[in-house]
């Protein structure tokens, strides 16, 4: 039993480090997304040190306070919550009911950043009545990439087909494409392999391997794949850092928000920066594009390697106090009720 109990405690404090990475990452990024890098620069820093509140005139999140989250990290525990809700079975309806909430939350606080494409149209398409299996088939955005964390906190990945299934059954509904699907499957192996302990390369591993079963299972085919992108980011991780780093996602991975270009992105800035989690935050927080979400794919997929030990504890305190958040305890239920 004292196994057992060092082996729960290990997993819930890399748990807890996933959500708080996924903040982290996404607070960092929230003043400087939809930025150009030039942008970034010029009102900020080459590369950021620390949070930053967002200017007035932000389109999507204008005179936030620094360390604010955004979508990206709300939406994630919405899912969350969700997910330890279905012990009979995930419900699809009720979840987007969930995400229809949110939205009107949002713009009743007066904010920008609301539901991304994919997301809204598949939600318009099931309150017109549509069927949900098919409500997302155009969604090729990272959308279920950014929110699938507590994916990979939840399902164990010693079963990567399982995991997968799990991917899909929450993701299809707004995202029902090979490249959607197949990043948010790859974020969320990652973090499951760290939860269970596994090192980066054992995460990359597992990561491809949940990629291409979706590619598999949706007859996907040609260079466009994004398990084969995420492995020339892999590359660009392992051979430049620092704001080379940067110009070499900037150029040859992409940092939009298409799932083809965040989620490599996130996995090259991760690599690069593969013992400090804060700094590949930070970096992530200063490519430019869409910054919150591949920082908190990044962060999310940094604490679930490494822990606690990847972030700063005032990074942490600071994003969980300034949204009143309490991340640990949804760590805690979630790996209560991994399956």
């Known amino acids: 039993m004292t196994g057992e109990s060092s082996t729960d405690d290990v997993r819930t404090e890399h748990a807890y480090a996933t959500l708080a990475g996924l903040a982290i990452g996404d607070a960092l990024g ?32 204008p005179g936030l306070a620094a360390g604010t989250i955004t979508d990206d990290t709300e939406q994630a525990l919405i899912l969350a919550e969700e997910l330890l809700a279905s012990s009979g079975g995930f419900d699809v309806l009720h979840y987007a009911r969930r995400l229809i909430e949110w939205e009107y939350d949002v713009r009743r606080r007066g904010l920008s950043d609301l539901l991304g494409p994919s997301t ?3 939600l318009l398409n099931v309150e017109s009545g549509m069927d949900p299996a098919v409500a997302g088939k155009s969604g090729t955005t990272n959308g279920a990439a950014m929110r699938i964390a507590p994916v990979g906190i939840i399902c164990s990945s010693g079963d990567v087909e399982t995991l997968v299934d799990l991917v899909i059954e929450v993701s299809a509904l707004t995202h029902n494409t090979p490249e959607a699907l197949s990043g948010a499957a790859a974020v969320a192996a990652m973090i499951g392999a760290g939860i269970n302990g596994g090192s980066l390369g054992d995460g990359i591993d597992l990561a491809l391997e949940a990629a291409r079963i979706v590619e598999s ?15 020339r980011a892999v590359d660009v991780g392992r051979r430049w850092g620092g704001t080379a780093l940067i110009e070499a996602v900037g150029s040859d991975v992409g940092t939009s928000l298409a799932s083809e270009e965040s989620v490599p992105a996130a996995f090259a800035v991760l690599v690069a920066n593969r013992d400090d989690g804060w700094m590949a935050c930070r970096v992530a927080a200063s490519l430019g594009g869409d910054t919150d979400t591949i920082g908190a794919m990044t962060g999310a997929m940094s604490g679930a390697l490494r822990g606690l030990y990847a972030f700063p504890a005032w990074a942490i305190e600071m994003v969980e106090r300034t949204n009143h958040l309490d991340l640990a305890s949804v760590a805690r239920e979630l790996i209560s009720a991994r399956r």
């Open 120 to 122: 809204k149209q598949a």
């Open 30 to 61: 929230m003043p400087t997304q939809s930025l150009t890098r030039e942008q970034v620069v010029s009102q900020f820093e080459p590369v950021l040190t620390t949070f930053h509140a967002s200017r007035l005139d932000h389109p999507f999140a």
């Open 217 to 231: 299972r949706r007859s996907a085919s040609g260079a466009a794949l994004l398990s084969a992108r995420i492995e």
